[in-house]
């Protein structure tokens, strides 16, 4: 029951953690007391009265309107008790606080992408501040997601054409792992992401250099983030062709022509994939990476021509 993992449940990080555990362990315990005793009730009767001649006639039963009341009232207040309880924790933890730092968060086959006030746009990792509370507001690009931090015991669904959100205030730095928890393609299960929950200090210093022009280089490998699900780049092939060593080579497309791997082919590749096909690929490559920035597709070209 204590704030670190066991076997049941993982760390417990946010500020209602506890109280989702402590709501957790009573439902957890109370049906364990009472299934145990209902089952040796069950047994005790059983043998109790179990017929041992084949010509006797039970006993005619009468009620027993006190023992009646028992099994109607006494459930009864356990469940409002229960409901109670849980209504508390869950207006808790659908009432965002005015005052939360707010982050947008994409969901995309197969990738979480975080965007901050400050204009700082990030994958895989979502920076957030210790002792502060968070606010995500959530939307999907494509098919039904589901965004989900155990460690925080927060979890969502991300929506297209829907904003759904979540709050929580990490208790502790750290990392604790974000999931995809609505089946959402070949990729699920690789779409993850950290929590990286770091102090005010620490968060306004990651803002500051996140902010900072990037080389090229180093931009493009940040935006890779959001390609990794599909694209290797360590020669082997996922839902799509690895791209590293692959720069200057001829690439055979789908129709039979050929085309080098060049700086433009990359460009149209991420602009518009469905109209340069690799061979023995699917045309699955999302088309939404259309309104990257003039920018962005610099640094992944910049990235892609300089794997190796
Ligand atoms: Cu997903």
């Given at each position: 029951?204590?704030?670190?993992?066991?076997?049941?449940?993982?760390?417990?990080?946010?500020?209602?953690?506890?109280?989702?555990?402590?709501?957790?362990?009573?439902?957890?315990?109370?049906?364990?007391?009472?299934?145990?005793?209902?089952?040796?009730?069950?047994?005790?009767?059983?043998?109790?009265?179990?017929?041992?001649?084949?010509?006797?006639?039970?006993?005619?039963?009468?009620?027993?309107?006190?023992?009646?009341?028992?099994?109607?009232?006494?459930?009864?207040?356990?469940?409002?008790?229960?409901?109670?309880?849980?209504?508390?924790?869950?207006?808790?933890?659908?009432?965002?606080?005015?005052?939360?730092?707010?982050?947008?968060?994409?969901?995309?086959?197969?990738?979480?992408?975080?965007?901050?006030?400050?204009?700082?746009?990030?994958?895989?990792?979502?920076y957030v501040p210790v002792g502060?509370?968070?606010?995500?507001?959530?939307?999907?690009?494509?098919?039904?997601?589901?965004?989900?931090?155990?460690?925080?015991?927060?979890?969502?669904?991300?929506?297209?054409?829907?904003?759904?959100?979540?709050?929580?205030?990490?208790?502790?730095p750290g990392?604790?792992?974000?999931?995809?928890?609505?089946?959402?393609?070949?990729?699920?299960?690789?779409?993850?992401?950290?929590?990286v929950a770091v102090s005010e200090e620490d968060f306004a210093a990651w803002i500051a250099e996140?902010?900072?022009?990037?080389?090229?280089?180093?931009?493009?490998?940040?935006?890779?983030?959001?390609?990794?699900?599909?694209?290797?780049?360590?020669?082997?092939?996922?839902?799509?062709?690895?791209?590293?060593?692959?720069?200057?080579?001829?690439?055979?497309?789908?129709?039979?022509?050929?085309?080098?791997?060049?700086?433009?082919?990359?460009?149209?590749?991420?602009?518009?994939?469905?109209?340069?096909?690799?061979?023995?690929?699917?045309?699955?490559?999302?088309?939404?990476?259309?309104?990257?920035?003039?920018?962005?597709?610099?640094?992944?070209?910049?990235?892609?021509?300089?794997?190796?």
């Amino acid at each position: 029951m204590g704030d670190k993992g066991s076997i049941w449940l993982p760390d417990a990080m946010s500020t209602f953690a506890n109280e989702v555990d402590a709501l957790f362990w009573f439902v957890f315990w109370t049906s364990t007391v009472l299934f145990i005793a209902v089952v040796a009730a069950k047994v005790y009767f059983m043998l109790r009265y179990k017929r041992t001649d084949e010509t006797s006639v039970p006993e005619p039963v009468h009620e027993s309107k006190l023992l009646e009341a028992a099994w109607i009232v006494v459930p009864t207040i356990l469940v409002l008790f229960v409901f109670i309880w849980g209504f508390d924790v869950y207006l808790k933890m659908n009432t965002d606080p005015t005052d939360a730092y707010q982050i947008s968060v994409m969901g995309k086959q197969w990738a979480w992408e975080f965007e901050y006030a400050e204009g700082v746009t990030a994958f895989s990792e979502m920076y957030v501040p210790v002792g502060r509370p968070v606010k995500l507001m959530m939307n999907s690009q494509d098919v039904l997601h589901s965004f989900f931090i155990p460690a925080f015991r927060v979890k969502m669904d991300v929506i297209p054409n829907r904003y759904t959100s979540l709050w929580f205030e990490a208790t502790e730095p750290g990392e604790y792992q974000i999931f995809c928890t609505e089946y959402c393609g070949t990729t699920h299960s690789g779409m993850l992401a950290k929590v990286v929950a770091v102090s005010e200090e620490d968060f306004a210093a990651w803002i500051a250099e996140q902010s900072q022009d990037l080389p090229p280089e180093q931009l493009g490998e940040q935006l890779f983030a959001q390609c990794a699900a599909c694209h290797a780049v360590d020669g082997s092939a996922k839902i799509g062709p690895a791209l590293n060593g692959r720069f200057g080579t001829d690439r055979k497309l789908a129709d039979g022509s050929t085309v080098t791997f060049d700086e433009n082919y990359i460009r149209q590749s991420i602009l518009d994939p469905a109209s340069q096909v690799a061979e023995g690929y699917q045309p699955i490559m999302p088309a939404g990476y259309s309104s990257m920035s003039a920018k962005q597709i610099d640094g992944l070209v910049a990235y892609i021509k300089a794997l190796q």
